[in-house]
């Protein structure tokens, strides 16, 4: 027997993404640079159902930390839609081994199976768009007066907010260096000074070379990390433990935006 929205919605584990990979560099951002009595202005970009931005408002919400989170990403457009199209195409209708040729890296199989227990979770739940589960996800927890949804694309949502407004934007959308190159000179703009930029996956190539060139600053490991020198380097900090030299991880990646690096 399925369990009840509330029971699973409130699961942060059991819902559909990638942000476990996230927690560390929440846990440690909370506990180092967000402190109480100022409200701050965060955007994450590429929301997907949000387990990672709702981890983000529980771990703010233990130091009572006041915030407005801005989510973006485009769970309702063609675009959407023809990527879950195409995930079931190349799994329900090809043969077992074509199935098999498109899981063989373990990314994608995860990719896939977690498109698929989003269009699954829509459907027995009896939500009308994959935009109002995730409001809801957000709402069952208790985060929805928080929330800004913008069910736009990057460059859309970007247009809406002021340079230097925001304390923080986290970059999860497309991995590709292009996009991450795209996303960065939308978004970078947009933190004030002393304001963070950070995201995930920059263990891969695509995502390592559009953030090392768009800020022109060395990768260093978070666990050399200290105040004098924050705003020096691109802080790398692995999401399951591991060498810092063994790309293959995931890993998240911390800006402070301290001076100009545009």
């Given at each position: 027997m399925a369990p009840s929205k509330q029971d699973f919605f409130t699961?942060?584990?059991?819902?559909?993404?990638?942000?476990?990979?996230?927690?560390?560099?929440?846990?440690?951002?909370?506990?180092?640079?967000?402190?109480?009595?100022?409200c701050y202005k965060i955007?994450?970009?590429?929301?997907?159902?949000?387990?990672?931005?709702?981890?983000?408002?529980?771990?703010?919400?233990?130091?009572k930390i006041?915030?407005?989170?801005?989510?973006?990403?485009?769970?309702?457009?063609?675009?959407?839609?023809?990527?879950v199209e195409r995930v079931e195409n190349e799994i329900f209708y090809c043969s077992w081994t074509q199935s098999l040729e498109q899981w063989r890296e373990p990314g994608e199989f995860l990719a896939y199976f977690q498109i698929i227990k989003m269009k699954h979770l829509v459907e027995?739940?009896?939500?009308?768009?994959?935009?109002?589960?995730?409001k809801d996800i957000f709402d069952i927890n208790g985060f929805g007066e928080r929330l800004k949804f913008s069910n736009i694309g990057s460059f859309g949502a970007s247009l809406?907010?002021?340079n230097e407004s925001l304390d923080m934007v986290m970059i999860d959308g497309e991995h590709t260096k292009k996009a991450?190159?795209?996303?960065?000179?939308?978004?970078?703009?947009?933190?004030k000074h002393g304001g963070i930029v950070c995201g995930d996956d920059f263990n891969m190539k695509g995502v390592r070379e559009a953030v090392t060139e768009h800020f022109q600053l060395s990768p260093r490991p978070i666990t050399e990390f200290n105040m004098g020198i924050k705003d020096k380097f691109i802080w790398e900090q692995k999401g399951f433990g591991g060498e810092?030299?063994?790309l293959s991880r995931p890993s998240t990646f911390i800006v402070f935006k301290e001076e100009s690096h545009e």
């Open positions: 699961n942060i584990e059991a819902i559909p993404g990638w942000g476990t990979n996230l927690h560390k560099m929440y846990d440690f951002l909370v506990e180092n640079f967000f402190v109480e009595n100022r955007t994450e970009v590429g929301v997907f159902c949000g387990q990672s931005g709702l981890y983000l408002c529980r771990a703010l919400q233990r130091p006041e915030f407005e989170l801005s989510a973006v990403d485009m769970w309702d457009s063609d675009t959407w839609h023809q990527w027995r739940y009896g939500y009308q768009s994959y935009t109002d589960m995730v809406t907010v002021k991450v190159m795209r996303d960065l000179g939308y978004w970078a703009r947009k933190v810092y030299s063994d």
